[in-house]
């Protein structure tokens, strides 16, 4: 199993700065693919970033050019960065992880709950 534990939510106001962390331990896989998605009550669970082990990125066309996704792969620390954040951006964040996929696929996916390991998230206010 693989375990995830984010951490960095806050409470920011509208064109501010946050970045969210993802610790990841447990089973490592070769070929990884970590991500990020949103969950806002009511609203259908959004993919918003993956990056998989080639280095390759991407992004919901919701979050693109705001929001970066990286990894300290020494650390196995997933990071998201989120510029000029707006009042939509309101949500918990979580993250994802799964095995033998690439970024571009894992994001159409990484909402389901069959599509690998999850955290329990963190809240992101934005007023």
């Known amino acids: 199993d693989v375990q995830l534990v984010e951490s960095g939510g806050d409470s920011v106001q509208a064109g501010g700065s946050l970045r969210l962390s993802c610790a990841a331990s447990g089973r490592n896989y070769v070929k990884w693919c970590m991500g990020w998605f949103r969950q806002v009550p009511g609203k259908e669970r959004e993919g918003l970033a993956t990056l998989d082990w080639r280095g390759i990125t991407a992004y919901a066309d919701s979050v693109k050019g705001r929001f970066t996704i990286s990894k300290d792969n020494d650390k196995n620390i997933l990071y998201l960065q989120m510029d000029s954040l707006t009042p939509e951006d309101t949500g918990t964040y979580r993250c994802?992880?799964?095995?033998?996929?690439?970024?571009?696929?894992?994001?159409?996916?990484?909402?389901?709950?069959?599509?690998?390991?999850w955290g329990e998230g963190t809240q992101v206010t934005v007023s």
């Open positions: 994802a992880a799964s095995w033998d996929v690439t970024a571009p696929a894992y994001l159409g996916r990484i909402a389901y709950p069959w599509s690998g390991y």
